[in-house]
């Protein structure tokens, strides 16, 4: 199973980027997809999920109206598009798989996913 993150980069306070987190087959299928970000010394903090089967999506409070989760099922690809970007949306972004979802509906609980990508740096400033 492998998920790999791309789509970093640096850019200024009010940029865009997107992410992109191409997944094997296994994980795209998952029932839960999700991105994390962390700071170094700070836990890892879930930014937007996904529930692949009825499409429904959550956004963490903090990227509500600026970030998009999404799926292109052609290429068993993950996306997040970051808009309106802030200093402190500097972090590491990860993206993750929960093949059973995720139980209690605690989608931003880091411990319910199973795979995880390798990270993607985005910094602003």
């Known amino acids: 199973v492998q998920l790999v993150e791309s789509g970093g980069g640096s850019v200024q306070a009010g940029g865009s980027l997107r992410l992109s987190c191409v997944m094997s087959?296994?994980?795209?299928?998952?029932?839960?997809l999700a991105w994390f970000r962390q700071v170094p010394g700070k836990e890892r903090e879930g930014v937007a999920a996904?529930?692949?089967?009825?499409?429904?999506?959550y956004y963490a409070d903090s990227v509500k109206g600026r970030f998009t989760i999404s799926q292109d099922n052609a290429k068993n690809t993950l996306y997040l598009q970051l808009n309106s970007l802030k200093p402190e949306d500097t972090a590491m972004y990860y993206c993750?798989?929960?093949?059973?979802?995720?139980?209690?509906?605690?989608?931003?609980?880091?411990?319910?996913?199973?795979?995880w990508g390798q990270g993607t740096q985005v910094t602003v400033s």
């Open positions: 993750a798989a929960a093949p059973a979802g995720t139980p209690g509906g605690y989608f931003f609980n880091p411990t319910s996913y199973t795979y």
């Open positions: 087959g296994y994980a795209y299928t998952s029932a839960c």
């Open positions: 996904i529930f692949t089967r009825a499409g429904n999506t």
